[in-house]
C-alpha cells in the first residue's frame, strides 16, 4: 500500500461502486462502502457477493480464500461520518451534478483535513466539483471503466488546483488496487475512454431508436467491421442504462430525446441493463 493512503471509503454502491470496493478490497485495503440507506446497503451485499462469485470464475489466480477475505474487509454504512473516516473517499454517486455537490458539502465538513476527495464522475470535471468540496487541493478524478476486474484502467485527472502530491498518491494508489493508471495532463471532459466511447454508444442508440437496424445487428456489423469484442448495445446493457439516461439529460438536444426515448422503452420498464437481467438482450 503507498504510504498516504491505507483505508478507502467508496460513496454509493451501485454496480460501478461495488466493483471499485470489491477490488479495493480484494488487494488488501480496509474499504468503508457507504449507501443512502438499508435498503441500497441490501442490494450492495448481494452485489459483493456476485462480484465474489464473478471474479472466482474469471479472474487467474483469485481463490475462495482471497474472495472471503475481500469481503471481511467491506464495511457497509449509512452513516457519512464514518465513512468520512478514510485516507481516501472515492465518490460513485449518481451523474448529477447538485447530488454531488450536496453530498460533497456534507463530507468536507466531516472528513479529516489529510483525506483526499476523487470523484467517479463520467462527464463532469474536476472543477466543476472543487469548490462544493473545501479542498480543492486534495481532489481530483479517478474514473474507472465498468467490469474492473477485466478493464483495468483508471484514469486520473486533475484540476489545476490539484496538490501534485495528491495526484501522485492516487495514481500509486490506483496500482496498488491493480489497475493501470492513466494519467491526463489537464482537464478533459471524458477523459480518454470516455471520449472515444461516448460517440460510439450516442451513434448505436441513434440507430436503435431511430428505427433503422435491430440492437443485434447493430453490434454484429461493429464487431465485424472492426474485431471488436462488443458493439455499442451490448455495452450499454454493461454500462446501465440509468447511468447513460443521466448524462444524456444534461446533453444537447438530441441527446435529450435520446434520454426519454431510452426511460420510456427501457428504464420505465424494468430494463436496466446486465444489473437487471435485461436491457437490449436478456440474460440468464
Not at 74 to 96: F, G, K, N, W
Not at 218 to 240: F, H, K, Y
Amino acid at each position: 500500500m503507498t504510504a498516504e493512503i491505507r483505508t478507502v471509503t467508496i460513496l454509493g454502491c451501485g454496480v460501478l461502486g461495488a466493483q471499485i470496493a470489491f477490488q479495493s478490497a480484494l488487494k488488501g485495503f480496509p474499504v468503508t462502502a457507504y449507501d443512502i440507506n438499508d435498503e441500497a446497503l441490501a442490494a450492495a451485499r448481494v452485489r459483493f457477493d456476485k462480484l465474489a462469485a464473478t471474479y472466482l470464475k474469471s479472474v487467474a489466480g483469485v481463490d475462495e480464500a482471497a474472495t472471503k477475505a475481500a469481503l471481511g474487509r467491506l464495511t457497509l454504512t449509512s452513516d457519512l461520518s464514518a465513512a468520512a473516516a478514510s485516507d481516501l473517499v472515492i465518490e460513485a454517486v449518481p451523474e448529477v451534478l447538485t447530488l454531488k455537490e450536496d453530498i460533497y458539502r456534507k463530507l468536507g465538513e466531516l472528513a479529516p483535513a489529510a483525506t483526499i476527495f476523487a470523484t467517479n464522475s463520467s462527464t463532469l470535471l474536476p472543477s466543476d466539483l472543487k469548490d462544493s468540496t473545501g479542498r480543492p487541493d486534495r481532489f481530483l478524478a479517478l474514473h474507472f471503466a465498468n467490469m474492473i476486474w477485466l478493464h483495468n484502467t483508471a484514469e486520473v485527472m486533475g484540476s489545476a488546483d490539484t496538490d501534485p502530491a495528491v495526484h501522485a498518491a492516487v495514481v500509486a494508489f490506483a496500482t496498488a488496487i491493480g489497475m493501470v493508471p492513466i494519467e491526463l495532463h489537464k482537464e478533459k471532459s471524458g477523459y480518454v475512454l470516455n471520449s472515444l466511447l461516448v460517440p460510439l454508444l450516442r451513434a448505436g442508440l441513434e440507430l436503435v431508436a431511430g428505427g433503422y437496424a435491430e440492437p443485434g445487428d447493430v453490434d454484429q456489423t461493429w464487431r465485424i467491421g472492426t474485431g471488436a469484442p462488443a458493439g455499442p448495445c451490448q455495452i450499454w446493457d454493461v454500462v446501465g442504462m440509468r447511468t447513460g439516461y443521466n448524462i444524456m439529460s444534461h446533453g444537447d438536444e438530441e441527446e435529450q430525446r435520446l434520454a426519454v426515448w431510452l426511460k420510456q422503452n427501457y428504464i420505465d420498464k424494468g430494463k436496466l441493463g446486465l444489473e437487471s437481467g435485461e436491457g437490449f438482450y436478456k440474460y440468464v
